[in-house]
């Protein structure tokens, strides 16, 4: 499968009050065209940040230290602002986690995505509300003409996201960027939105980067995951691979954390300590202080992220030594 | 034997509509159930379906409309004043903003030690230690004790804040969402953390949760709730794994699975919650039962028998049998 988007050891600090965060250090992985490709972590292990760097939406506090993000064959990261604003919501969109203040309150939801159209490729506003009917409905939004007046309050959580959806697609971008898209809503309506994602991704031949920390939702929907720790890639492998056979230790304790039904009667496994703080992030492998297989080296030498069975790599020191 | 008992409780609130006239919000509807001394109670539903209201009932933190709580024998709603105040010490809450329950200009140990001072007209040195026996019990170095809320990870603070309802030595506990706020690895340690405290304690928990797996993990008896009715009531795997409701069936299925090889029939539906201000007449899941029939609208159904599970469907028996063809 061909490549869509590639990021090559993306490192960024933030400058914070409190010193220098260590946010993303040498993260990488590839997005192939029309493939779903999940990242995974809990709280605070970069993957946002992540997204946000390859759209160039950083924070002015953020300061990329080192990488490539290559987007078909360009590096975004080399791009001036206007010509990422021919790249964002048309090549690349996002969906963010809370769409009701990802729009805009005080206008009616069918203005703001024929805007987009509008200013994107230059079309007149009654063709570009036209498209945005036929987008309202494509996405299952009932009465779309009625819709087009509407504000975003007058809406549901489930349809602010389905407006969200809609305008991503409107310049029918290559890559969509999910964040937590269905982490504001409930589980029934989280199925119809996931379904819907599905549906457009095959429809719209779209890639898809999908944000989550919920391992059912990457399980369920991505063909390849990511998982990421503290800033760093921990893990890139099939879906089935690293469900079946987790390499990480940290991807295999963060499985045996979850609660289902055959788990009863047994502690869950959880992982002492904390995530660390990125101020001052542990030396070596950066999950080394919570790791039950840490050696001495690993609080020396940092693991390379490389691939220690096909197509499923691993950036862990105990497989470094088996390799060599 | 039951510790609480729950009988046709219901909670409406006054909602304004426009200038004349008044609406009524139907949080919880005739609910009826028992939990049992020592076990632990999953109240499981989408928002909106009554849960936390619920909880908040059996807790007297709001007033229930009509219907009776019974507390080991004890009417709680009919309690007033003193009697009232020493019974409630024996029901606690956890709920699931750690950070929101705790005060922040308050040190954790001060936090823990007021419902001793208060309620055990403790001293302030005997406060002390029995903080640092709490701050133990749940897991915390002492020194936590001398920390305000902003210093404490998510964790760290729900664990204070259940020490601070344990002070008291409740014998009931309603956890509200105790872990939604928290990742997977913290969500272990505490779920882990609750489960040994029963187990050391001998406490019953009414644990409230949108979470369908964690209720599979840890819940004896289970309760779904869908705008603020009970539709199905058992066993927790009995329910979980064989409910006869289809809104039990169809919530079930929409739970992403961590397990790329299973394959299940999703139900996914149509619509959205119906507003609790105007609930659907008869059955109120009929708007969105891909089996609804005539008789949904018209006839409310009741709490039965169907298959080792108690279920509200008049059609529950030809609904599982086509499911499960």
């Known amino acids: ?324 | 034997m039951s510790l609480l008992r729950v009988e046709g409780l219901t909670k409406h609130f006054p909602a304004r509509e426009g200038f004349l006239g008044t609406a009524t919000i139907h949080a919880v509807d005739d609910v009826s159930f028992e939990i049992e001394e020592g076990e632990t109670f999953g109240l499981v539903g989408e928002s909106g379906s009554g849960k936390s209201t619920l909880g908040r009932c059996i807790l007297r933190i709001i007033e229930p409309t009509a219907g009776r709580i019974w507390f080991d024998d004890q009417d709680l709603t009919a309690l007033r004043g003193e009697p009232l105040r020493t019974t409630r010490l024996r029901l606690q809450a956890v709920f699931q903003n750690p950070m929101g329950s705790l005060n922040p200009r308050m040190r954790a140990g001060t936090a823990i030690a007021e419902p001793l001072r208060v309620h055990l007209k403790m001293t302030k040195v005997e406060a002390e230690s029995h903080v640092h026996e709490l701050l133990a019990r749940v897991g915390l170095h002492a020194e936590v004790a001398q920390r305000y809320p902003h210093e404490l990870s998510g964790g760290q603070c729900q664990r204070v804040a259940i020490a601070r309802a344990l002070a008291v030595e409740p014998r009931f506990l309603v956890l509200d969402e105790p872990t939604s706020s928290l990742d997977v690895s913290v969500q272990a340690q505490i779920v882990n953390l609750l489960k040994d405290l029963q187990g050391d304690l001998g406490l019953t928990y009414l644990f409230i949760t949108h979470d369908l797996s964690l209720v599979s993990y840890l819940a004896d008896h289970v309760a779904v709730m869908y705008l603020g009715k009970i539709m199905e009531l058992g066993k927790a795997l009995e329910v979980l794994e064989r409910g006869s409701h289809p809104y039990t069936r169809a919530l079930f299925s929409a739970v992403p699975v961590p397990d790329p090889g299973r394959k299940r029939g999703r139900i996914v539906l149509p619509g959205e919650i119906p507003s609790s201000l105007e609930p659907p007449s008869g059955c109120r899941f009929r708007t969105r039962c891909p089996w609804a029939q005539e008789r949904c609208a018209q006839e409310q159904p009741l709490l039965r028998d169907v298959r080792g599970t108690r279920t509200a469907c008049h059609f529950a028996e030809s609904i599982v049998e086509e499911v499960s063809a």
Do not use: W
């Open chain 1, 1 to 324: 499968m061909k490549a869509l988007l590639e990021v090559r050891d993306l490192s960024l600090d933030f400058e914070t009050e409190g010193g220098v965060a260590k946010v993303l250090d040498r993260v990488s992985f590839t997005v192939s065209e029309s493939e779903v490709f999940g990242l995974v972590g809990e709280t605070g292990c970069g993957k946002t940040v992540t997204a946000l760097a390859i759209l160039r939406l950083l924070p002015s506090n953020a300061k990329i230290r080192g990488g490539n993000v290559v987007f078909l064959g360009e590096d975004l990261l080399l791009k001036s602002e206007a010509e990422m604003n021919r790249i964002r919501g048309i090549r690349i969109s996002m969906v963010f986690q809370d769409p009701a203040t990802s729009l805009n309150p005080v206008y009616p939801v069918g203005e703001q995505i024929a805007r987009v159209v509008m200013v994107h490729e230059g079309v007149e506003r009654g063709a570009a509300e036209e498209r945005a009917i036929a987008l309202f409905r494509r996405v299952g939004l009932p009465d779309p003409e009625n819709l087009l007046r509407r504000y975003p309050h007058e809406l549901s959580g489930g349809m602010q996201q389905r407006v969200m959806i809609s305008m991503a697609l409107a310049c029918r971008p290559k890559l969509l960027i999910a964040d937590e898209p269905t982490t504001a809503v409930d589980v029934t309506i989280q199925a119809q939105i996931l379904d819907l994602l599905m549906e457009l991704r095959r429809e719209f031949k779209l890639s898809v980067l999908l944000i989550t920390h919920n391992l059912g939702i990457v399980a369920e929907t991505c063909d390849r995951i990511g998982v990421m720790y503290a800033g760093t890639m921990a893990e890139v492998a099939s879906t089935q691979d690293l469900f079946r056979e987790p390499l990480h230790p940290y991807t295999q304790s963060l499985l045996k954390a979850l609660p289902r039904a055959d788990a009863r009667g047994h502690p869950l496994a959880s992982i002492p300590g904390m995530v660390p703080s990125l101020l001052e992030p542990p030396t070596g492998c950066r999950y080394h202080p919570r790791c039950s297989f840490a050696m001495p080296t690993c609080s020396v030498r940092r693991p390379e992220l490389l691939e220690h069975r096909a197509s499923h790599a691993a950036s862990c020191l105990l497989y470094e030594g088996v390799t060599q």
